[in-house]
């Protein structure tokens, strides 16, 4: 499943640092695709990407998709925000529960209509002009 793709004008406020480890998930979100770690030993899946599983602690992790859809779990406006977003707040972020069962916390869009905590949010993503962010946008 190919996430939806958000043209975004400008560079990254404060892009994130790639490493070579996080380089596969940095790859994996300009291909338009959600990836994580998943623990070969247990099955377990964990988000941000790990190099180890924070469940078993093996080192046999391997790379796999996420489910990019999930229910917003809370969320809150930013209006006192660090100097590389003041242009712009306010601005909300939220904690999703994704369908894998993992949580995550995000920018959240798709809410100047209104929405509830329970929400549907699905993963876009922001596609700036020097790379890749992503956010969850409400979708019901
Ligand atoms: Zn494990």
Redesign the pocket.
């Known amino acids: 499943m190919t996430l939806p793709v958000l043209k975004i004008a400008g560079k990254r406020p404060y892009p994130p640092r790639v490493s070579e480890f996080t380089r596969t998930f940095w790859q994996g979100l300009s291909d338009g695709r959600f990836l994580s770690t998943r623990?070969?030993?247990?099955?377990?899946r964990s988000f941000p990407p790990k190099p180890f599983?924070?469940?078993?602690?093996?080192g046999?992790?391997e790379w796999a998709p996420l489910a990019p859809q999930g229910t917003v779990y809370s969320s809150t406006v930013m209006h006192a925000v660090p100097a590389y977003f003041r242009h712009e707040a306010p601005y909300r972020v939220g904690i999703v529960d994704l369908d894998d069962r993992l949580r995550i916390a995000t920018r959240l869009l798709g809410v100047e209509q209104g929405f509830a905590v329970g929400a549907r949010a699905e993963i876009v993503v922001l596609a700036y002009e020097d790379g890749p962010l992503f956010a969850a946008r409400v979708i019901a």
Do not use: E, G
């Open positions: 623990c070969a030993a247990c099955a377990m599983c924070p469940h078993c602690w093996s046999r992790i």
